[in-house]
């Protein structure tokens, strides 16, 4: 039998509701029929409580810092796999044979062109243009191209149009950089591996020979790994909410990246740099900007700190952070950044403030200082991350078309505005 749980409202008869539990053992109470039994909505600003669906590509357990994909531990995954095979587990629920892997490989050469026509489109922004909105902009421009994207239909393409997209936004994404640095754009290379290929296209140039280190391929598919999926975040909520009105992959991708964007979520990444660089400008005082991060009255925040979903540590930020001091020594690079972040983190760790809120490092906090080091300009850091993110939307656009569950995402509210009240005509409203 399974388990109910019962609810009594006023002046009604209790309610059983029935109760789900997930293979970790979560529990959550459904009450997708509460309103129909009761005329009850459920209330729950920014979804604290709430569940929007059943997953299985992605665990995590803030309160012991537990984050796997497919079932295996990131630890695991960032010690022993890459980036691209990462992205077939999320996508296809289980690890590549050679074979496989080598198919999606090619599969991801064979489309990183992007139509020659597209090339146009970056001269339309202006050299001032956050690359995120290059990025968002080009990828739903992408379903112009392909008219099988549309809709339902790119459901049944949705291998070609994954390969296609996490091919193309590698492309995308340097073009928009050496557009906003004046360079001509360098095309890809089919013998390049995924990372290599992209660090050839942002930092190569015509007039002279460019070797990808093989260090930083290393650690961009550390970081891209690291990034690959985290359940039911904003930008993934975003994709599933875009894509349950039956918008294409490339629509719903695109408006995924935006809410990426945002500086409390994936923008975070370079608004901590910008923060480091800050304090270091004013002398290294870190107690100064502590207790501005706690005062109510102000707007800062320590960026990089802090996560809905951890409460313990963020398994992310602890791999990263031994990788920043691993990537830095061997690419010879001292960042008086790293050691004001290792301070700052110190610091924050030990104040009341912060373990009572238990406010944390996250992904965001060391990774900026990694993509310093390895030549990424701080304005593309949010784009790393979009790469990284990729497969884990698309993983979640998937699952979401295959779940019979799936209905249009549509909230409801409780409305708190004026009652019902008599139009007034013009010459006799006075201003409120
Ligand atoms: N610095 C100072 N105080 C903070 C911080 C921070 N970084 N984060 C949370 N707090 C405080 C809040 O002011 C609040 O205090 P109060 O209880 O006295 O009002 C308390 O901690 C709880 O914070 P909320 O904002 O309610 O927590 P929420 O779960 O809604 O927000 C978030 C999580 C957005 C990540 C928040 O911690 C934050 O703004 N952090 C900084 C931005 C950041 O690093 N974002 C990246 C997150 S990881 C990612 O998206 C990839």
Same mark, same amino acid.
């Given at each position: 039998?399974?388990?109910?749980?019962?609810?009594?409202?006023?002046?009604?008869?209790? *309610?059983?509701?029935?109760?789900?539990?997930? /293979? @970790?053992?979560?529990? +959550?109470?459904? %009450?997708?029929? $509460?309103?129909?039994? &009761?005329?009850?909505?459920?209330?729950?600003?920014?979804?604290?409580?709430?569940?929007?669906?059943?997953?299985?590509?992605?665990?995590?357990?803030?309160?012991?810092?537990?984050?796997?994909?497919?079932?295996?531990?990131?630890?695991?995954?960032?010690?022993?796999?890459?980036?691209?095979?990462?992205?077939?587990?999320?996508?296809?629920?289980?690890?590549?044979?050679?074979?496989?892997?080598?198919?999606?490989?090619?599969?991801?050469?064979?489309?990183?062109?992007?139509?020659?026509?597209?090339?146009?489109?970056?001269?339309?922004?202006?050299?001032?243009?956050?690359?995120?909105?290059?990025?968002?902009?080009? *990828?739903?421009?992408?379903?112009?191209?392909? /008219? @099988?994207?549309?809709? +339902?239909?790119? %459901?049944?393409? $949705?291998?070609?149009? &994954?390969?296609?997209?996490?091919?193309?936004?590698?492309?995308?994404?340097?073009?928009?950089?050496?557009?906003?640095?004046?360079?001509?754009?360098?095309?890809?290379?089919?013998?390049?591996?995924?990372?290599?290929?992209?660090?050839?296209?942002?930092?190569?140039?015509?007039?002279?020979?460019?070797?990808?280190?093989?260090?930083?391929?290393?650690?961009?598919?550390?970081?891209?790994?690291?990034?690959?999926?985290?359940?039911?975040?904003?930008?993934?909520?975003?994709?599933?909410?875009?894509?349950?009105?039956?918008?294409?992959?490339?629509?719903?991708?695109?408006?995924?990246?935006?809410?990426?964007?945002?500086?409390?979520?994936?923008?975070?990444?370079?608004?901590?740099?910008?923060?480091?660089?800050?304090?270091?400008?004013?002398?290294?005082?870190?107690?100064?900007?502590?207790?501005?991060?706690?005062?109510?009255?102000?707007?800062?925040?320590?960026?990089?700190?802090?996560?809905?979903?951890?409460?313990?540590?963020?398994?992310?930020?602890?791999?990263?952070?031994?990788?920043?001091?691993?990537?830095?020594?061997?690419?010879?690079?001292?960042?008086?950044?790293?050691?004001?972040?290792?301070?700052?983190?110190?610091?924050?760790?030990?104040?009341?403030?912060?373990?009572?809120?238990?406010?944390?490092?996250?992904?965001?906090?060391?990774?900026?200082?990694?993509?310093?080091?390895?030549?990424?300009?701080?304005?593309?850091?949010?784009?790393?991350?979009?790469?990284?993110?990729?497969?884990?939307?698309?993983?979640?656009?998937?699952?979401?078309?295959?779940?019979?569950?799936?209905?249009?995402?549509?909230?409801?509210?409780?409305?708190?505005?004026?009652?019902?009240?008599?139009?007034?005509?013009?010459?006799?409203?006075?201003?409120?």
């Amino acid at each position: 039998m399974s388990d109910t749980a019962t609810l009594q409202l006023p002046g009604q008869e209790p *309610v059983e509701l029935p109760v789900i539990t997930g /293979s @970790e053992g979560e529990k +959550a109470i459904d %009450v997708s029929k $509460l309103r129909a039994k &009761t005329g009850y909505i459920t209330l729950d600003p920014g979804y604290v409580n709430t569940g929007s669906c059943s997953s299985s590509v992605t665990f995590l357990d803030g309160e012991k810092g537990i984050l796997r994909y497919r079932g295996y531990p990131i630890e695991q995954l960032a010690e022993n796999s890459s980036f691209v095979e990462v992205a077939y587990l999320l996508l296809h629920g289980a690890l590549p044979t050679t074979q496989q892997l080598d198919d999606f490989n090619d599969h991801l050469s064979k489309h990183s062109l992007i139509h020659e026509d597209m090339k146009h489109f970056f001269e339309g922004f202006s050299t001032t243009a956050h690359p995120m909105v290059i990025l968002s902009s080009m *990828v739903s421009s992408l379903s112009a191209y392909y /008219s @099988e994207a549309s809709g +339902a239909a790119s %459901v049944d393409q $949705l291998e070609v149009n &994954t390969a296609r997209l996490m091919a193309k936004i590698r492309t995308i994404a340097a073009f928009s950089y050496k557009k906003s640095i004046g360079q001509p754009f360098i095309y890809p290379q089919d013998k390049l591996a995924y990372c290599a290929n992209f660090l050839n296209m942002m930092f190569a140039v015509p007039a002279e020979p460019y070797e990808v280190d093989p260090e930083i391929t290393k650690a961009l598919d550390l970081l891209l790994i690291l990034h690959a999926d985290h359940e039911q975040n904003c930008s993934a909520s975003t994709v599933r909410v875009v894509g349950s009105s039956m918008a294409n992959v490339y629509a719903s991708v695109a408006s995924g990246i935006l809410a990426l964007w945002g500086p409390l979520h994936g923008g975070a990444n370079q608004q901590v740099l910008r923060m480091l660089e800050r304090i270091h400008a004013d002398g290294d005082d870190l107690d100064k900007y502590v207790r501005l991060a706690k005062d109510p009255d102000s707007d800062f925040r320590l960026m990089g700190f802090g996560h809905r979903v951890y409460k313990n540590f963020d398994p992310r930020a602890t791999i990263i952070k031994s990788a920043c001091d691993r990537v830095l020594n061997l690419l010879g690079v001292d960042d008086p950044l790293l050691d004001l972040a290792r301070r700052l983190e110190e610091v924050a760790l030990s104040d009341e403030y912060f373990v009572e809120r238990k406010l944390y490092p996250n992904v965001d906090f060391y990774s900026g200082i990694i993509y310093r080091a390895i030549g990424i300009p701080e304005n593309m850091f949010t784009v790393m991350f979009a790469l990284g993110r990729l497969p884990g939307w698309i993983a979640q656009w998937k699952e979401m078309h295959q779940d019979p569950k799936t209905k249009i995402a549509r909230p409801r509210q409780i409305y708190n505005g004026e009652t019902a009240r008599d139009y007034v005509p013009i010459e006799k409203r006075v201003a409120g």
